[in-house]
């Protein structure tokens, strides 16, 4: 693995469609995150998976979006309906499990959603 | 919402020069890390710093953490025009199984 990967690097969209947006992790991470990133802000915590389990989903998280990551690997951040204000860079990053030599989070190089 | 406060927003030195970024924030912490961020891209960890530790290096890098005053600095020395990035401390809470991050400080190094 050479880090984190994202699809697409770049979407635009007409608003009311539905996204769907990919995240390969480092295989080794167990723990996986989403989040997002608006212009000139920092990023801003979705949702966290240790493997296949979603133990964790912010406010921000609007029953519009949901996110999956089947049998602990890849994991997906679905959109419905979307909205201008989805318009944003979305960041997946992994990392190792407690007890690792790394604590850092290795992020990907993000999805930019703009909704049109 | 961002969990944490940093400072300046925006530095612009010349090449050669120390750069230093601050961040505030305001809950209990195990660690502080910071990031870099070029344009349109990713976050890249730079260094992390634990509540027990209040100083640390790495290469022309040095964190220090004052967890009574809640704050960090990060000075880069001896910037290059490569150091031009966003820069963001980023806070794992107690409890809390995510990072916290700052607003960032958008630093520009004139060559």
């Known amino acids: 693995d050479t880090g984190v990967s994202q699809n697409p690097r770049h979407k635009i969209t007409k608003r009311g469609q539905n996204v769907t947006f990919r995240c390969d992790p480092i295989s080794e991470h167990n723990r996986l995150y989403w989040y997002r990133q608006t212009l000139g802000q920092g990023p801003e915590f979705l949702t966290y998976f240790q493997n296949e389990a979603q133990l964790e989903k912010s406010r921000l998280l609007s029953d519009r979006f949901s996110a999956e990551r089947p049998k602990g690997s890849f994991s997906t951040l679905e959109i419905q309906r979307t909205e201008q204000g989805d318009s944003a860079m979305y960041l997946c990053?992994?990392?190792?499990?407690?007890?690792?030599?790394?604590?850092?989070?290795?992020f990907g190089s993000g999805t930019r959603l703009t909704v049109v | 919402s961002q969990q944490g406060e940093e400072d300046p927003q925006a530095l612009s030195i010349q090449e050669g020069e120390n750069a230093t970024m601050n961040c505030s924030y305001k809950t209990s912490i195990n660690n502080l890390q910071w990031y870099r961020q070029n344009s349109g891209r990713g976050l890249v960890h730079l260094i992390l710093?634990?509540?027990?530790?209040r100083e640390k290096h790495s290469g022309r890098l040095r964190v220090t953490l004052d967890t009574s005053k809640k704050s960090s600095s990060l000075l880069i020395t001896a910037s290059r025009a490569a150091d031009t990035a966003s820069y963001f401390c980023a806070m794992a809470q107690t409890g809390a199984n995510n990072l916290f991050f700052g607003t960032g400080t958008r630093l520009t190094v004139i060559p």
């Open positions: 710093i634990r509540s027990n530790e």
């Open positions: 990053a992994s990392r190792d499990p407690p007890g690792g030599r790394v604590y850092g989070y290795t």
